[in-house]
């Protein structure tokens, strides 16, 4: 899931207009990023399963980025670490709670198109309701859309501005499609973590510069 998380961090500005939107993009997508980061460094595992002609879909070790409890911890943590920076102190307990909720909304998201590969704790069963693609690609961008109709509807921000978040979301959509329904597998898997942290960076700096200036 790609736009999906992106929709879920444009839903949380429109309920924490104060916390910057690049923040909460950040947050949506955070364990996708440690996933990435943990595959760069050979903690974590990602494979071609033979099905991958039909689903389109890797196959992850991910008990550290994707785990359940990990996915509680790492949500405290973005809440901590955005409250000891100094985030905008006044919302109180209200912006850290938008902070781990964005964050944990990443996992939900997850568990509802991944198969059971996602383990409550390391060596623990594994959760996944594993929606067929095309139904998984449909709540998908129905997911995303809600979010941005939110993000629009509540923002603040110049025309110019809600246009290229409109624009930005289209584009991770259209990466969306395109990711689920590629008939090659990646070859190499570093290069496969290498170019996904940089699309999420580069999608998280675009959303937190849009955002800049905004009122
Ligand atoms: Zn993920």
């Known amino acids: ?15 924490a207009p104060r916390i910057g939107l690049g923040t909460l993009v950040a947050a949506a997508f955070l364990l996708d990023i440690l996933l990435w980061l943990f595959v760069t460094l050979h903690i974590e595992g ?14 992850f070790i991910f008990p550290w980025s994707h785990g359940l409890l990990m996915a509680f911890a ?4 973005a809440a ?6 100094g985030g905008e102190g006044k919302y109180f307990a209200f912006a850290p709670t938008v902070i781990a909720a964005t964050t944990f909304s990443h996992w939900i998201l997850d568990w509802l198109v991944h198969p059971p590969e996602m383990p409550i704790w390391a060596g623990s069963e594994s959760l996944g309701l594993g929606l067929g693609q095309s139904v998984a690609l449909a709540l998908e961008l129905v997911i995303a859309a ?9 923002s603040k921000l110049s025309a110019s501005r809600r246009t290229a978040i409109v624009g930005l979301t289209l584009v991770v959509a259209l990466l969306t499609v395109f990711g689920s329904t590629m008939t090659s597998p990646p070859t190499d898997m570093l290069t496969l973590a ?22």
């Open 74 to 77: 790492w949500s405290a943590a």
């Open 46 to 59: 990602v494979a071609v399963p033979g099905d991958y002609a039909e689903t389109h879909r890797l196959a």
């Open 1 to 15: 899931m790609l736009v999906g998380h992106l929709g879920a961090g444009l839903a949380a500005k429109a309920v």
């Open 194 to 215: 290498g170019t996904s942290l940089l699309a999420l960076f580069v999608v998280i700096v675009v959303a937190a510069v849009v955002d800049r200036e905004g009122g």
């Open 80 to 85: 901590f670490v955005w409250t000891w920076s």
């Open 146 to 154: 809600a979010g941005l109709a939110a993000f629009v509807f509540r």
